[in-house]
């Protein structure tokens, strides 16, 4: 971890940039799918490792290919643990969401009703506008002090109040609800919010909102650097075609509510679909999620054209359209979605930071592969 400081540094920054958009094209079979890993594992700058899952007829499909450690060899199983990302804030999701189900909070809350000690400047921000987006907060990861956290302390505790601190002086990028950015302080505020409503932790209400009801075993919200073993290891491609290990880089408290959760590439496909099956909420939020805003790109984008509810994104591909969510972190990159009615996901998981350029499109194309295989198969 000490050969290129330089180089983990700028994946922690661009671990949580907006990546561009790219082609993608599909062909509905898993041995495509299967292909697909293998020519990504294969091309320039690539991951060591990728698996994804297919659920669909209640049958888990898991196609892998590459390794999970460059010390073995061993390919990725769908019981290997792993940094989910920004796919974690489907999870804050779900736990807003079920406090909207239980009258226990509003969409159109804002933050100075729910949060009187935030900025005043942010005081009329809703929580549908954190969700979703639209809010205009400024972005901690592009804060100059997130930056040198990850400079000078990348593996300490950073608390969600020193996260807002951060930004707390800094104005609303744009008037809030006119237009989309993504933002990671979004759901740092929203967790904030669900701990202030309940008066518990947020990592509680996860145990008790999510990791429960969906029967996650193996899922996680550490605030230390420690991965549950087995796990898959991320990396980082340097020139020359050589990986540094970032598996344990970064503290998981600096994404915390935005990015922290820890997951297997099978408990990520079961809180799929338990995410759109109803499992924490009910129809009434359902129909609120899913009032999408054009242009609304997950970062790093996801297959096909997206488009942003709350705290999920719908990716019409040229088979259809799946919901979910995507996440990069340093030395990981990932994909979950599932059907409307939340029978049929998938799952794809790279072992580097999100790519860009061509490998970005190769990805996206990969994914696009998935969607077609899950929803035509």
Avoid at 23 to 50: E, F, H, I, N, Y
Avoid at 152 to 175: H, K, M, Q, T, Y
Avoid at 291 to 303: A, D, K, M, Q
């Amino acid at each position: 971890m000490t050969r290129a400081p330089h180089l983990l540094l700028a994946a922690v920054l661009a671990a949580f940039a907006i990546l561009p958009v790219g082609a993608q094209a599909a062909s509905p079979t898993a041995a495509d799918v299967k292909r697909g890993l293998r020519g990504l594992v294969a091309a320039k700058g690539g991951p060591p490792g990728a698996i994804a899952t297919l659920h669909r007829d209640g049958r888990t499909i898991v196609l892998r290919a590459g390794r999970a450690d460059i010390r073995r060899r061993r390919a990725p199983r769908a019981s290997d643990h792993m940094r989910i990302a920004s796919v974690a804030k489907a999870f804050s999701g779900a736990v807003a969401l079920r406090l909207v189900r239980d009258r226990k909070l509003g969409l159109d809350d804002t933050i100075a009703q729910r949060l009187p000690g935030m900025p005043v400047a942010w005081g009329q921000v809703t929580v549908r506008q954190m969700l979703n987006h639209t809010s205009g907060l400024p972005d901690y990861t592009r804060s100059k002090a997130f930056a040198e956290q990850a400079q000078n302390d990348p593996r300490g505790f950073v608390s969600p109040s020193r996260i807002i601190d951060w930004v707390r002086a800094d104005p609303l990028e744009f008037p809030s609800g006119s237009r989309y950015e993504y933002s990671n302080t979004d759901n740092i505020v929203v967790g904030l919010i669900a701990e202030a409503t309940t008066r518990r932790p947020y990592a509680w209400l996860l145990k008790q909102y999510v990791f429960r009801p969906a029967k996650l075993g193996q899922t996680s919200f550490p605030s230390s650097v420690a991965l549950p073993r087995p796990f898959i290891h991320g990396y980082l491609a340097e020139p020359g075609g050589q990986y540094e290990d970032a598996s344990t880089f970064l503290s998981p408290s600096g994404a915390w509510a935005s990015g922290a959760v820890v997951s297997t590439p099978r408990d990520l496909n079961a809180f799929m679909r338990a995410y759109l099956g109803l499992r924490f909420f009910v129809r009434a939020q359902q129909r609120q999620q899913m009032r999408f805003v054009r242009g609304g790109e997950s970062s790093p984008p996801g297959p096909g054209a997206n488009s942003a509810g709350l705290a999920l994104f719908r990716y019409r591909t040229r088979c259809g359209t799946v919901f979910g969510h995507t996440g990069n972190f340093p030395g990981y990159v990932q994909f979950a979605a599932a059907t409307a009615d939340g029978r049929r996901a998938l799952t794809t998981s790279l072992n580097i930071p999100a790519p860009t350029g061509k490998l970005l499109a190769k990805l996206r194309r990969v994914q696009a592969t998935a969607a077609c295989a899950l929803l035509r198969g």
